[in-house]
């Protein structure tokens, strides 16, 4: 897992509301909830689904963050 900004060489960056509802829904420890859920065998699609986050969203953290993911 990369341990960086998510605003670092980001075009387009997450905008505040996309920030606010990511840690609303994921917590202050966003990256390692969500490689917990894909530990747990879950998609991007199943993890969007529970968190009530578009699955793309879920893409989009979980491959800059470096998230092996689940087909």
């Known amino acids: ?3 960086c900004s998510l605003f ?3 075009s387009p960056a997450l905008t505040m509301e996309d920030t606010y509802r990511i840690l609303e829904a994921l917590g202050p420890m966003s990256a390692e909830v969500l490689t917990a859920m894909v530990d747990y065998g879950l998609s ?3 993890i969007g689904r529970y968190y ?4 793309e969203m879920i893409t989009t ?3 800059y963050w470096g ?5």
């Not at 009530?52 to 699955?55: A, R």
């Open 1 to 3: 897992m990369k341990d």
């Open 8 to 10: 670092e060489d980001r």
């Open 44 to 46: 991007d699609t199943e």
């Open 52 to 55: 009530n986050l578009p699955h």
């Open 61 to 63: 953290l979980r491959e």
């Open 67 to 71: 998230i092996d993911g689940n087909p």
